[in-house]
């Protein structure tokens, strides 16, 4: 039972370059969710998704797109990365059960870097 | 937007001393969570608490709501150097079982 893995774990691009962040659980939770994290700034969330085939906007979505094709995965996209987009990456998951008892499991991160 | 305001920000004590980290909100919350997260890895969640005024013990570690649901606090005794990471709290936020985190609390524990 892996829980929540994220590839890559580094990853520098050039401004204008786009990429794919994978996030993949094997818990068979519904809900799956991708933040970003700054320094001083907590975790802010930018999309997520209620199950297969079904994504939403979060705080900050501009400049970021996600697909959920099957249930264990959620990608999430920059078509063209900006330096602003600098940043470590979480995803996290959890069951569709209520708000009050639900944990969210969260991967590894990736770090990324834009110049 | 519900904010959770975290404080102090960075907290650096020896090895044996206590602390307490806050986290405040404007807003009432049905419940709030603290996470701890280490360096390099994601948050890993401590605690739960659901009732206005509950208090919850995790060895060391005392966690409190407050009882008009607007605030939480972490109070650590004897801290240890594994003690040492970002603490945040966080509150349910709308569907989808959303959560809204803190600005987080990082503190180091030296010997």
């Known amino acids: 039972n892996a829980g929540v893995t994220q590839t890559p774990k580094f990853r520098v691009l050039k401004t204008g370059q786009s990429m794919t962040l994978l996030c993949a659980q094997d818990?068979?939770?519904?809900?799956m969710y991708w933040y970003r994290q700054d320094p001083g700034m907590g975790l802010r969330l930018i999309h997520y998704?209620?199950?297969?085939?079904?994504?939403a906007k979060g705080e900050v979505p501009d400049g970021y797109n996600v697909s959920r094709l099957k249930k264990q995965n959620f990608l999430l996209g920059l078509e063209s990365a900006a330096p602003s987009q600098t940043s470590v990456y979480f995803c996290a998951s959890t069951s569709a059960g209520g708000p009050r008892t639900d944990t969210q499991y969260f991967g590894p991160g990736t770090r990324l870097t834009v110049l | 937007t519900q904010l959770l305001e975290q404080s102090p920000q960075f907290l650096s004590i020896q090895e044996g001393e206590n602390l307490t980290v806050y986290c405040n909100s404007s807003?009432?919350?049905?419940?709030l969570q603290w996470y701890r997260q280490e360096p390099g890895e994601g948050p890993v969640l401590l605690v739960t608490?659901?009732?206005?005024?509950e208090v919850k013990k995790l060895k060391r570690l005392t966690f409190q709501f407050g009882d008009a649901r607007k605030d939480s606090s972490l109070h650590i005794t004897a801290a240890q150097p594994g003690d040492t990471g970002l603490y945040l709290c966080a509150g349910p936020t709308g569907g989808g079982n959303k959560l809204t985190f803190g600005t987080g609390t990082q503190l180091k524990v030296e010997l």
């Open positions: 818990m068979n939770h519904e809900y």
């Open positions: 608490v659901v009732t206005g005024g």
């Open positions: 998704s209620v199950g297969e085939g079904t994504t």
């Open positions: 807003s009432v919350f049905s419940s």
